[in-house]
């Protein structure tokens, strides 16, 4: 016969703390951080192997950065591509969240303009929309500048896919949160606004931030129309200088800087609309 334990409690206290005995010296933050820190150090090797010249660097980066104005007296580099997406974001999103509502809605005109509008958009190369809406519009007696003519492209094509962004997020929230908004009497725009809308947002952020840090590096697109952003004056100081490697390497630095700050705003934007959801994870 196998004797029994008189103090089953204190044995199973003893069960579930044993494993911590065992844990790691560092915790998950400091491993994390040791990580990025040595996979930092081995990119930083890579392009040190291609014998930049920093004295180059340093003499662009003012005007890569937008630290000064252009020719023209307007902004240039990352401030001009910061400009390009903060204007295209907006537009984007209100297209966006049009469009998804039409294809949501029983209309079927309105059904057949968002789907058409959506699958071109999505269908075709955003530089031909660009080269199309920069030498196209100027047939049809409108001639948009160079950077209207680029947010309107980054605009119309981002706008289609964030369209299937939020539609997909709104029909995630289950059926019942709207048939429980009906039974308390709840109008239909309030039932959107105050319930559908704030739990589809959960699922809406993640996707709809990787679209604009999408959108951040295609801007470099519109420097085919001679914008000075930060690609074009990339290639321009590359050329001048015969140090392409220099410029680009500062060009994609520069680009993944700003996206890391998109990224940070992204988590706190995980962080207030997953309140509700803590214990879940």
Same mark, same amino acid.
């Given at each position: 016969?196998?004797?029994?334990?008189?103090?089953?409690?204190?044995?199973?206290?003893?069960? +579930?703390? +044993?494993?911590?005995? $065992?844990?790691? =010296?560092?915790? $998950?933050?400091?491993?994390?951080?040791?990580?990025?820190?040595?996979? $930092?150090?081995?990119?930083?090797?890579?392009?040190?192997?291609?014998?930049?010249?920093?004295?180059?660097?340093?003499?662009?980066?003012?005007?890569?950065?937008?630290?000064?104005?252009?020719?023209?007296?307007?902004?240039?580099?990352?401030?001009?591509?910061?400009? *390009?997406?903060?204007?295209?974001?907006?537009?984007?999103?209100?297209?966006?969240?049009?469009?998804?509502?039409?294809?949501?809605?029983?209309?079927?005109?309105?059904?057949?303009?968002?789907?058409? @509008?959506?699958?071109? $958009?999505?269908?075709?190369?955003?530089?031909?929309?660009?080269?199309?809406? @920069?030498?196209?519009?100027?047939?049809?007696?409108?001639?948009?500048?160079?950077?209207?003519?680029?947010?309107?492209?980054?605009?119309?094509?981002?706008?289609?896919?964030?369209?299937?962004?939020?539609?997909?997020?709104?029909?995630?929230?289950?059926?019942?949160?709207?048939?429980?908004?009906?039974? =308390?009497?709840?109008?239909?725009?309030?039932?959107?606004?105050?319930?559908?809308?704030?739990?589809?947002?959960?699922?809406?952020?993640?996707?709809?931030?990787?679209?604009?840090?999408?959108?951040?590096?295609?801007?470099?697109?519109?420097?085919?129309?001679?914008?000075?952003?930060?690609?074009? *004056?990339?290639?321009?100081?590359?050329?001048?200088?015969?140090?392409?490697? +220099?410029?680009?390497?500062?060009?994609?630095?520069?680009?993944? *800087?700003?996206?890391?700050?998109?990224?940070?705003?992204?988590?706190?934007?995980?962080?207030?609309?997953?309140?509700?959801?803590?214990?879940?994870?």
């Amino acid at each position: 016969m196998t004797a029994l334990n008189p103090y089953p409690a204190k044995a199973a206290a003893a069960s +579930e703390t +044993e494993p911590h005995r $065992f844990s790691p =010296l560092l915790g $998950f933050r400091t491993r994390l951080y040791l990580t990025w820190a040595v996979l $930092f150090g081995l990119c930083v090797t890579f392009f040190m192997s291609f014998d930049l010249k920093f004295s180059i660097i340093l003499q662009k980066l003012p005007n890569l950065v937008g630290l000064h104005l252009g020719p023209d007296g307007f902004l240039q580099g990352a401030a001009l591509t910061l400009f *390009l997406c903060f204007c295209s974001i907006w537009f984007s999103l209100l297209l966006g969240f049009v469009t998804a509502l039409a294809r949501l809605s029983r209309s079927a005109v309105a059904f057949g303009i968002a789907s058409f @509008y959506a699958s071109f $958009f999505r269908g075709t190369p955003l530089l031909i929309q660009i080269l199309l809406i @920069y030498l196209g519009l100027p047939q049809l007696g409108l001639v948009p500048g160079a950077i209207s003519a680029g947010i309107i492209a980054l605009s119309l094509n981002y706008g289609a896919y964030l369209s299937e962004i939020f539609r997909a997020g709104i029909m995630a929230v289950a059926p019942g949160q709207r048939e429980a908004a009906m039974a =308390l009497g709840l109008k239909p725009t309030a039932t959107f606004l105050h319930i559908i809308l704030p739990q589809a947002m959960r699922t809406i952020i993640p996707p709809t931030t990787s679209q604009f840090i999408s959108m951040l590096k295609d801007s470099s697109l519109i420097s085919v129309m001679g914008v000075w952003e930060v690609m074009f *004056l990339a290639q321009s100081y590359g050329r001048s200088s015969y140090r392409y490697i +220099e410029m680009l390497t500062t060009a994609a630095v520069i680009y993944w *800087l700003l996206s890391i700050g998109l990224e940070l705003i992204q988590n706190r934007l995980e962080r207030h609309y997953g309140k509700g959801f803590k214990h879940q994870r």
